[in-house]
């Protein structure tokens, strides 16, 4: 049996056995119209007025594009929520389409555009959000943290603020889409690194009330979000829901209806599990791709082996994922650590010690061997079937093999029935 694995912007073969388990999320079988589909939900909102009531009261429009994931699936979205909102704004010419570069990303304004469908010929403006900048004001504190929110001023002075996003399971975040519009993708470094702090003891995909999800509403709430659009898709890219409204209300509505598409059911544990991150942009660097070891943890026995695929072309992240990974033994040295000099990637560190306690992890990536071998305590392959082989050797047993074709997405759902 051929299995193709996500890596980067491509994918690379693994021949196994056919009594391997696949352990996938679901697949949607009925495909709503995505563009009717979410003109419905922009008119008959969760918890909120229409879109079209509230952009015809505005002078100013941001939209704030979330972290891509699916391109064409996205540009469509926003190309139809353009043309709401160009339709029943009193002001068309006063819409901001903000989008956040990440630290390892690199691209241009002009490459974003097209990435987006072009919106800058529609006449509106296209803002690449920098959290480092120091253009960026203060509205306040979270109220159980004490988190300075700290967040762009084009979108603070906007009358109307969208976010249009992803909903799926989140290791660290809970999930994605609703609030992240704000908290982490319009605020400032300051922000983002309070808020990665609340990360090191409380985390799990679909935990929406640990003290970082709760930060991040406060924080959107603090930064004015109106209304989001967000879809829930499927792994293979397949639109199942369209959710709109109020920012949280209508978000988790569609945490709800995400649950379903990500159960990956499986029978047994296996001893060695081949687990893909998904390929770009979740494998862009090992800080992004470490989260599929969770849903990898989930099917393998304590003991076993994880060969964890993903290209990792922008390198390893965040300094403080590689200091909390090389310069420490263990998780409980990385939070004793994360207490007085934490660092974002000190949470994830963390995570790793506890993956590395208990199983072994061979690594298919572009990074150099070294790298992965020494500072990362791991074994650094060239090829997941070289993966599966080394992960053989370093077990006594290794009867029970599963692959995992996309681990971000996945939520292991034990059922032997």
Excluded at 4 to 17: A, K, N, T, V
Aim: contains cysteine.
């Amino acid at each position: 049996m051929r299995v193709d694995l996500r890596y980067g912007d491509g994918s690379l073969p693994i021949e196994l056995d056919s009594s391997t388990d696949v352990v996938k999320p679901q697949t949607v079988e009925v495909h709503p119209n995505t563009s009717s589909e979410l003109l419905r939900v922009l008119e008959d909102p969760i918890d909120s007025q229409p879109l079209s009531e509230i952009v015809s009261e505005a002078n100013s429009i941001a939209i704030v594009v979330n972290r891509i994931e699916h391109p064409e699936l996205v540009q469509n979205l926003l190309h139809f929520l353009l043309n709401s909102v160009e339709t029943f704004s009193f002001n068309p010419d006063d819409i901001t389409i903000l989008y956040p570069l990440s630290p390892e990303q690199r691209a241009s304004l002009d490459e974003i555009d097209e990435m987006l469908g072009f919106p800058q010929s529609r006449g509106h403006s296209l803002v690449l959000h920098d959290a480092s900048s120091k253009d960026l004001k203060l509205v306040g504190e979270t109220p159980s943290h004490s988190t300075p929110v700290v967040a762009n001023e084009r979108f603070l002075c906007a009358d109307a603020k969208i976010g249009l996003g992803e909903i799926r399971p989140d290791v660290f975040m809970g999930a994605t889409g609703g609030r992240m519009s704000v908290l982490p993708y319009v605020s400032g470094d300051r922000t983002i690194h309070r808020n990665a702090r609340l990360r090191i003891h409380d985390f799990g995909p679909f935990a929406i009330s640990t003290p970082s999800c709760v930060d991040m509403i406060e924080a959107s709430q603090l930064g004015g979000l109106d209304f989001i659009a967000n879809y829930v898709a499927d792994w293979q890219g397949n639109v199942a829901n369209i959710f709109a409204g109020d920012p949280y209300s209508s978000w988790k509505a569609g945490v709800e209806s995400a649950k379903p598409v990500a159960r990956a059911n499986f029978a047994r544990r296996a001893d060695i599990a081949i687990v893909s991150a998904g390929g770009s942009p979740c494998d862009l660097t090992l800080y992004d791709a470490i989260d599929s070891l969770h849903a990898a943890c989930e099917v393998t026995e304590i003991g076993g082996a994880i060969v964890l695929v993903a290209e990792c072309s922008n390198d390893v992240g965040p300094n403080g994922f590689l200091r909390g990974a090389s310069d420490f033994s263990s998780s409980d040295e990385v939070s004793v650590a994360a207490e007085t000099n934490f660092e974002i990637g000190l949470e994830k560190a963390k995570f790793l010690w506890s993956v590395l306690d208990s199983r072994e992890l061979v690594i298919c990536s572009r990074l150099r061997r070294s790298l992965v071998d020494e500072r990362f305590h791991s074994t650094s392959v060239k090829d997941p079937q070289e993966g599966l082989e080394v992960a053989k050797g370093l077990l006594a047993s290794s009867k029970r093999i599963a692959v995992l074709p996309d681990g971000i997405r996945s939520v292991p759902n034990f059922d032997n029935r």
